[in-house]
């Protein structure tokens, strides 16, 4: 009877040896395989998403015709130079004989920037200028006529104590990036 228990103890012990030393260490290499597993699906759905966006986009692109396309890289630029252009809105001023009083850079707020991530970032220029009828009927040609594409907006038409009309308006025109933006990804990328 001695000698049975022995075994049968002896059984229950090597059976245990084998489940901590054999078993165990195989059902932590599973668990470790199937969180690979795991995260191997995740990590192939986020490449799935980003193939599917960029399929998206590619088709969007591909829907635009040439022409548009040229207009829009060549009127569209990804930044805005402020100084340059003050600095055309000031021979547009010249050319059309006006008398420029003001211009005035006017930073949209990011409060009220859109949230659209492709949407086009907004700048604002307030002019104010005085001059004939003719000659702000030209000035207008020439914002009409330039390289940028600026928009008229709050036009706003006096007469003045001469025989000058004066005229007050916002120009607003439009790039991909921020300046902020333009300015510190070229930073970095020095």
């Known amino acids: 009877m001695f000698n049975s228990i022995a075994s049968q103890v002896g059984m229950a012990m090597l059976a245990a040896g084998m489940l901590f030393f054999y078993v165990k260490p195989a059902f932590v290499e ?13 990590e192939q ?5 980003v193939n599917n966006r960029l ?21 569209m630029p990804d930044t805005i130079d402020f100084i340059s252009i003050s600095r ?13 009083e003001d211009v005035t850079y006017a930073a949209t707020p990011q409060a009220l920037a859109v949230v659209e991530p492709n949407a086009p970032i907004q700048h604002t220029f307030s002019v104010s200028i005085s001059g004939t009828y003719l000659q702000i009927k030209d000035f207008l040609y020439y914002i009409e006529h330039n390289n940028y ?7 706003k038409l006096a007469p003045s104590e001469s025989d000058f009309l004066n005229a007050e308006f916002l120009l607003i025109t ?7 933006e333009s300015i510190s990804g070229a930073a970095s990328n020095r």
């Open 88 to 100: 055309d809105i000031f021979i547009m001023a010249e050319q059309s004989k006006v008398k420029l």
């Open 30 to 42: 599973i668990g470790e395989k199937q969180n690979t597993i795991a995260q191997y699906q995740q």
């Open 174 to 180: 439009y790039s991909h990036l921020d300046s902020a």
């Open 55 to 75: 399929t998206e986009l590619v088709n969007r692109i591909n829907t635009i015709s040439a022409l548009d396309m040229k207009s829009l890289l060549t009127f």
């Open 149 to 155: 594409p600026l928009d008229v907006h709050e036009f």
């Open 45 to 49: 759905e986020k490449i799935n998403s």
